[in-house]
């Protein structure tokens, strides 16, 4: 698992460290660790070292000095070494070491700033080092400019984020523009929550976390993500004596005379998804359909409350004029049982919900339930500071929020908060949706009642929801990812998600569970 903290939780663990005097200590980790991921970038753009270019923005505080030090290492190792001062200070030591190892200064001046925009154009590597977790606000004057002036040149290298790219905020991932993007962010110590939400994680590129020693001072993380040997450890297998009733069964309420597909698509996912049964209720003609595409699946007839399941999921493909499904889904939501609540749903909650109903709203829909519940939040607003969204979405609704996305995250009401990446750009296509709802319903009715696997995990009872929603996020993510890759890369349709599941599924359970949940101990690549 990845663990990302806030950066007040690091500098915390950092304090008891720098009182022992190893401030400078943690200083020459963390620049040694950007100094060999800078190595490691240029090694794989060109045959040489001697004599590449690198220009480090340099901030007045820490941040500045971590690159400065970096640069004097590579300065050290023969390379053409630039440091642009873009404050009235910089971090005396690191400065005088860079120098001594032959690295040339320049102060960001109105006038100097063309030429060193142009010169950090043309660098194989710029090391972005102005603002780190101590920063307020964004870039500033000269140093905005500057960036702004590279970012409209045509880049020659790459850009090389030291801790975190400046102008991103280390505990949400919001950021104030203009911010340089990353190729690749060397985070030190633990990765920041902000490089794991968006927008910083579109700013962040690859990131590359360089452990500093301050492991044992770490508190419980900000933010979570799940990894193959996490998922392999959370999904549950069925017993030798298993039938399909112990294996848990899902109810679906999804699919609507307007979108009969939804239902479909519901019900694929979590067919796919290792559930015992899915019994769907809905329109006859819907039910035609569904039976007609997946005959698995137990057409029902009967109410809510006459359907033995171990879980609900209601919403997907629904309208507002769908009276009696809407029905069916407060009936669903109001059982007590665990629930996913998706698309056409979402408008027809109570203003109070608990931890096992999960929301799987995109940011449109997360906008107008805020506006249903009287916060001016809109879409613009939602999708700059995600993460602060679907927390505050969870507090206020009492649920557990998915907010959908490039990154998504999904927020417990108290505190849990998972953040997962794994699928492609293609997963962004009509039913996926549809299919992600189908397979977190069918992981609420194998393991929403097994607390034990959760709490072996680290995860507390009230969070294995949002645990169980990051767990369905991440086979969907990589189930399109693989149904992408089979098609050498290329576009994949919802069903093509579904039908990869099963596949990737059986390859993440066969890996090792060693080293699950431990902390970062090496440097680690973060998707
Ligand atoms: N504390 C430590 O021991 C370690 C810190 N490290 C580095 O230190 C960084 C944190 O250092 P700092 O606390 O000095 O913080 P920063 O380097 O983020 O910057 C703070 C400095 O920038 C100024 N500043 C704040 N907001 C600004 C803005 N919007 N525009 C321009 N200037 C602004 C402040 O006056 C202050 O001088 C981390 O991100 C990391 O890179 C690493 O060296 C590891 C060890
Ligand atoms: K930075």
Redesign the pocket.
């Given at each position: 698992m990845i663990s990302a903290y806030t950066g007040t939780q690091v500098?915390a663990a950092?304090e008891p460290l720098?009182a022992a005097g190893l401030?400078d200590v943690?200083?020459h980790r963390?620049?040694h660790g950007l100094a060999k991921a800078v190595v490691h970038e240029l090694k794989s753009h060109r045959d040489r070292l001697n004599g590449a270019s690198v220009v480090v923005l340099v901030?007045?505080?820490?941040?500045?000095?971590?690159g400065l030090y970096a640069a004097s290492f590579l300065a050290a190792r023969g390379m053409r070494t630039t440091a642009v001062l873009t404050?009235n200070a910089a971090h005396p030591a690191g400065l005088a070491a860079f120098e001594r190892a032959g690295g040339r200064v320049h102060r960001l001046t109105e006038a100097a700033l063309p030429g060193l925009a142009a010169e950090a154009a043309g660098a194989d590597v710029v090391i972005d080092a102005v603002?780190?977790?101590?920063?307020?606000?964004?870039?500033?004057e000269n140093?905005a400019d500057l960036v702004r002036a590279i970012t409209d040149k045509d880049r020659q290298g790459v850009v090389v984020a030291?801790?975190?790219p400046s102008g991103v905020d280390a505990d949400t991932g919001a950021a104030v523009a203009p911010v340089l993007p990353a190729d690749l962010t060397v985070t030190?110590?633990g990765a920041k929550a902000g490089l794991l939400a968006d927008p910083g994680a579109d700013h962040a590129g690859r990131v590359l976390i360089v452990p500093?020693g301050i492991d044992e001072h770490l508190p419980q993380p900000s933010l979570r993500r799940l990894e193959d040997a996490d998922i392999a450890r959370l999904l549950p297998h069925p017993a030798r004596r298993a039938q399909k009733y112990s294996r848990g069964v899902l109810g679906v309420v999804a699919g609507s005379e307007d979108y009969p597909g939804a239902a479909v698509l519901a019900c694929r996912g979590a067919l796919a998804a290792g559930v015992g049964m899915v019994r769907y209720l809905g329109p006859p003609s819907v039910a035609h359909l569904v039976r007609l595409s997946c005959p698995e699946v137990v057409c029902s007839t009967g109410t809510v409350a006459e359907n033995r399941v171990q879980a609900w999921l209601v919403g997907s493909g629904m309208g507002p004029r769908d009276h009696e499904q809407l029905t069916r889904a407060r009936e669903a939501i109001a059982s007590d049982l665990p629930v996913v609540a998706d698309a056409g749903a979402l408008p027809a909650l109570p203003a109070m919900l608990a931890p096992h109903v999960v929301l799987t709203p995109h940011a449109g829909e997360l906008a107008s339930l805020f506006q249903r519940l009287g916060h001016g939040e809109d879409r613009e607003a939602v999708e700059a500071g995600t993460l602060g969204a679907v927390r505050h979405a969870a507090e206020r609704t009492g649920a557990t929020v998915l907010l959908k996305g490039a990154t998504t995250l999904v927020s417990a009401p108290w505190g849990t908060t998972f953040s997962q990446a794994d699928g492609t750009a293609w997963l962004a296509t009509a039913g996926s949706g549809d299919v992600l709802a189908g397979v977190i319903g069918a992981l609420l009715a194998q393991t929403g009642s097994d607390v034990g696997r959760f709490s072996k995990a680290g995860i507390a009872a009230d969070g294995r929801w949002a645990a169980i929603a990051a767990l369905g996020t991440a086979l969907h993510g990589r189930a399109g990812r693989a149904a992408s890759e089979a098609v050498s890369g290329g576009p994949i349709t919802a069903g093509r998600i579904a039908d990869a599941l099963p596949e990737i599924w059986g390859k993440v359970s066969m890996l090792s569970n060693s080293g699950a949940w431990k902390r970062n101990s090496h440097s680690q690549p973060l998707r």
């Open positions: 500098r950092e720098m401030g943690l200083m963390a620049a901030g007045t505080g820490n941040n500045g000095g971590d404050g603002l780190g977790t101590g920063a307020k606000g964004g870039l500033r140093a030291c801790d975190l030190f110590g500093i």
